[in-house]
C-alpha cells in the first residue's frame, strides 16, 4: 500500500511537471524549429513594418533627418486639413463599399452557376472568370475601350450607334472616373476567394441534398439558401477576407486609367496618397499615419465581416 | 440507394453526378444564358488583348474601331524583339533576373511555408493559436500597408539593390501559410504515428511523409505566389538596370507611346498570357487545394 502511495506521489509530480509552460515549450522544440525560418522572415516583413509604421505616424520623418516626435500632429492634419486626403477617404470607402459587397456576391453567384456545369465546361468557364484577376496589368486593355478620342472602343460604338456626336474624354471628367473604376475592379475582382467558393461547392455531401430533397425543398434557390450557403461557410468567411482587403487596396488600376493625380483627384484613392506621400514627397511620418489609418479600416472591416459572417445560420 | 464510391481511386473534380435533384430545364437554360452573356462580357477585354497583339499598325488604328482582327500578323511580335535586342542590357539578362527572383520566391515559400504550416497543423504547443491569428490577421491587410517601413527594414539589411530585397518578403506571404496549414489538417494522423513508431524524427516525418501526400498544394502556392511575383518591376527596391525582372523591361516598352503601339499589344499579350497559362495546367491541383481553404471557427 505504502509503495503504491509512494508511486502515484511521484506520477504525480510527473504530470504537475509536465503541465508547466516550461516543460510545454522544451517538448515542442522541434515544432518551434520549423516555425522559425518562417516566422523571422514574416515578423521583419510583416509584424515589424506594422508596428513602425504605428510608431513613425507620430513623427516628423523625412529619411534624412532622426524622426522627431509631434504627437497626434499628424492625425489632426490629416482629418481637419488634408483636403485631398478627406476625397481620397470618401473615394475609397464609396468604392470598398461597392466593390466589395458586389464582388462578393458575383463571386459567389458565378461560382454557383459554374458548380451546376460538368467536365470541361465548367473547366473553361472557371477560367474565363478567373483569368482577369491574374492577368497582371493587362487590365491597360481598358485604356483602349475609355480612349477619349473617336477611337476608343466606347465612343466609337455609341457613335456609330449615334448615341453620342462628340467623342467623351472617359477618364478625364470627374463624373465618369469613379464609376468606371468600380466596372475595372468587378471585372478584375474574381480572385482566390472565387476559386475557394469553387472549390468549396464541390465538397459539400452530396447526401445533404437528398436529405434536404426528402425534407421539402423544392428547387435549386431554396436549396441555395437552405442546404448549400450554410454547409460552406468557413470558404465564405475566407472570401470575404480576400473581397474586403482588395476592395480597400484598390490603387493600379485608378494610377493607370485615370492618372496620379487624377482629375480634380476624382480617382484619388488613400493608397494613391500614401504612395504619393510616402515615393514622391518623403513625407515618411506623414505616409505612415495614412497607413495606419488604412490598416485600422482593412483590419476593422474584416474583423466586423467575419463577426457578421459567424452568425449566418446560428 | 447510395452510390458506393470508391476510395481507392483518386479524388476527381468533374465528377458526374448520376442524378440531378430539384434541377428544372427552365432554370438550366436560364443560367445557362447568364453564364453565356456574363462571359462574354468577362472575356471581351481579354479577347481584345489578343486581338490587339495580331493587329497590323493600320487596324490598331482603324475608325470605327474593331473587336476582331481582319488580317492577322505576327509583326507586333517581331517589333517587340527588335526592340528587345536593341536595349543595352541583353533580354538574356532580364529573362535571368526573373527567373532567380520568382523562381527564388516561390521555392523559398513553398519550403518554408510547408515547414511551418505542418507544426500549425499537426503540433500542439504553446503560442500556436496567436501565431496563426497573426497569419490570419496579416491577409486582412495588403502589402501596400506596410511597404515604407519595409523599404527601410531592406536598407537596415544591406540587401537593398539585390535579389534578396524581392525574394526575402515573397517568402513570408501569409496565404501560402495558410493555404498549407488548412490543408495538411485534413491529411489523417494516422500518417504520422505509423512513422513516428518506427522512430522517424518529426523533420524526417515532414519530408518523407507529409510534402509527398500536399502535392497538390505545394502546386496551388507556387502558382499563386508566381501570379503575386511576375508583375513586379523591381520598383524602388532595385535600382540597377542590370537587376530587373523582364516585367520592368515589358512595361519599358508598353510605355513608348503611340509609335510602340503594335509592339505595347505583343507586351500586354505576353504579360497576362503567361500567368493564364500555368494556371490552366495547374487548375484541378488549385481547386483541390482551395476546398481546404476554409476559415474554421
Known amino acids: ?314 | 440507394m447510395a452510390r458506393a464510391i470508391d476510395y481507392t481511386k483518386p479524388r476527381k473534380f468533374f465528377r458526374r453526378r448520376s442524378k440531378q435533384l430539384n434541377r428544372s430545364v427552365a432554370g438550366n437554360s436560364l443560367l445557362f444564358v447568364i453564364m453565356a452573356v456574363c462571359g462574354a462580357a468577362m472575356a471581351l477585354p481579354l479577347i481584345m488583348v489578343i486581338n490587339n497583339a495580331l493587329k497590323p499598325l493600320d487596324e490598331l488604328f482603324q475608325f470605327p474601331p474593331r473587336i476582331f482582327v481582319k488580317n492577322p500578323t505576327l509583326e507586333n511580335f517581331s517589333d517587340m524583339f527588335v526592340i528587345m535586342t536593341d536595349s543595352w542590357v541583353p533580354v538574356s539578362r532580364y529573362m535571368l533576373n526573373t527567373l532567380i527572383i520568382t523562381g527564388g520566391g516561390i521555392m523559398g515559400h513553398v519550403l518554408l511555408a510547408s515547414l511551418a504550416a505542418y507544426p500549425l497543423a499537426k503540433h500542439n504547443f504553446p503560442g500556436k493559436g496567436i501565431l496563426f491569428q497573426l497569419v490570419i490577421l496579416s491577409m486582412m491587410f495588403s502589402w501596400t500597408v506596410t511597404q515604407i517601413p519595409q523599404y527601410m527594414i531592406i536598407s537596415w539589411m544591406k540587401i537593398n539593390n539585390t535579389y534578396l530585397a524581392l525574394i526575402l518578403p515573397a517568402c513570408s506571404f501569409g496565404m501560402g501559410l495558410y493555404l498549407m496549414k488548412q490543408f495538411m489538417e485534413q491529411l489523417p494522423d494516422s500518417l504520422m504515428e505509423s512513422a513516428r513508431l518506427d522512430g522517424a524524427s518529426e523533420f524526417q516525418i515532414f519530408i518523407r511523409i507529409m510534402m509527398p501526400n500536399v502535392k497538390p498544394a505545394w502546386l496551388t502556392l507556387a502558382i499563386f505566389q508566381f501570379q503575386q511575383m511576375w508583375g513586379n518591376t523591381g520598383g524602388i527596391f532595385l535600382r540597377d538596370e542590370e537587376l530587373k525582372p523582364l516585367q520592368y523591361m515589358l512595361q519599358q516598352i508598353s510605355a513608348g507611346g503611340i509609335a510602340r503601339a503594335g509592339a505595347a499589344a505583343a507586351v500586354t499579350f505576353i504579360v497576362a498570357a503567361v500567368p493564364i497559362m500555368f494556371f490552366l495546367i495547374c487548375q484541378s491541383n488549385i481547386l483541390e487545394t482551395m476546398t481546404a481553404s476554409g476559415i474554421k471557427e
Not at chain 1, 475601350?145 to 477618364?171: E, F, H, P, S, V
Not at chain 1, 468600380?182 to 475557394?196: M, N
Not at chain 1, 442546404?227 to 485608378?254: C, E, H, N, W, Y
Request: proline share 3%.
Open chain 1, 1 to 314: 500500500m505504502a509503495e503504491k502511495v509512494k508511486v502515484s506521489k511521484e506520477a504525480i509530480a510527473v504530470a504537475a511537471r509536465q503541465k508547466t509552460l516550461r516543460y510545454r515549450i522544451k517538448r515542442s522544440k522541434s515544432s518551434y524549429m520549423m516555425l522559425a525560418p518562417y516566422f523571422i522572415l514574416f515578423f521583419f516583413f510583416t509584424v515589424l513594418p506594422v508596428i513602425m509604421s504605428v510608431i513613425y505616424s507620430f513623427t516628423y520623418y523625412n529619411m534624412l533627418e532622426w524622426p522627431q516626435f509631434i504627437g497626434w500632429k499628424n492625425y489632426i492634419k490629416l482629418f481637419l486639413e488634408d483636403d485631398i486626403f478627406l476625397l481620397s477617404l470618401k473615394n475609397t470607402l464609396l468604392l470598398a463599399v461597392i466593390t466589395g459587397p458586389v464582388s462578393y456576391i458575383l463571386c459567389l453567384l458565378f461560382a454557383w452557376i459554374i458548380n451546376e456545369f460538368k467536365g470541361k465546361l465548367r473547366a473553361f468557364l472557371t477560367l474565363i472568370f478567373y483569368a482577369p484577376s491574374i492577368c497582371g496589368n493587362a487590365y491597360v486593355v481598358w485604356n483602349l475601350i475609355l480612349t477619349g478620342d473617336r477611337y476608343g472602343y466606347l465612343n466609337g460604338i455609341l457613335m456609330d450607334l449615334g448615341l453620342l456626336d462628340k467623342a467623351i474624354q472617359w477618364m478625364k471628367t470627374e463624373k465618369y472616373v469613379l464609376p468606371f473604376l468600380i466596372v475595372v475592379q468587378l471585372w478584375l475582382s474574381l480572385g482566390t476567394g472565387f476559386l475557394a467558393f469553387i472549390a468549396g461547392l464541390q465538397t459539400i455531401d452530396k447526401s445533404l441534398y437528398e436529405a434536404a430533397a426528402l425534407d421539402g425543398v423544392k428547387n435549386r434557390w431554396q436549396e441555395l439558401w437552405h442546404v448549400t450557403l450554410p454547409a460552406m461557410k468557413p470558404q465564405l468567411m475566407f472570401g470575404a477576407v480576400m473581397q474586403i482587403t482588395q476592395s480597400f487596396a484598390i490603387a493600379d488600376v485608378s494610377i493607370q486609367l485615370a492618372g496620379n493625380p487624377s482629375v480634380n483627384y476624382s480617382g484619388a484613392t488613400v493608397v494613391t496618397h500614401l504612395l504619393d506621400y510616402g515615393t514622391v514627397r518623403f513625407e515618411m511620418g506623414y505616409a505612415s499615419a495614412i497607413a495606419v489609418v488604412l490598416f485600422f479600416l482593412m483590419v476593422g472591416s474584416n474583423l466586423l465581416v467575419q463577426k457578421l459572417l459567424r452568425r449566418v445560420g446560428d
